[in-house]
């Protein structure tokens, strides 16, 4: 799980995505149903070009490692929401990825177990 906390610079959000895609892809075989929930309750904004990136770039990523659902802690504040929200319809537009949005840890494992 990625936990975010407020604003994230581009070399952190980057850094954290490509490392937890990094441990997915080394861990996935060894656990089929592992999959990829960010805890977004506390997300703050995210910059344009970092939108860009993620879904150019990252998202073709994690698609090709295998993840095909993306679940996210609904964020808490208005500046995630947006956020999360424009995150989500450019993902569902370029890619095979799906976006689901949860209120708790214990719901995102259901959603991913079912």
Do not use: C
Not at 42 to 62: C, E, I, K, S, T
Request: avoid cysteine; charged fraction near 15%; glycine fraction near 8%.
């Amino acid at each position: 799980m990625v936990r975010w906390n407020g604003f994230v610079n581009s070399q952190n959000l980057r850094f954290l995505l490509n490392k937890g895609l990094e441990l997915y892809q080394h861990y996935a075989r060894q656990y089929p149903s592992l999959g990829w929930v960010t805890d977004a309750r506390r997300f703050g904004a995210m910059l344009p070009a970092d939108q860009q990136w993620a879904v150019a770039d990252w998202n073709h990523r994690a698609y090709a490692a295998g993840i095909r659902r993306l679940v996210f802690l609904n964020p808490e504040n208005i500046f995630g929401q947006i956020a999360i929200q424009q995150y989500a319809q450019n993902t569902a537009h370029a890619t095979g990825l799906r976006v689901t949005y949860v209120s708790s840890v214990e719901a995102a494992a259901r959603e991913l177990a079912g």
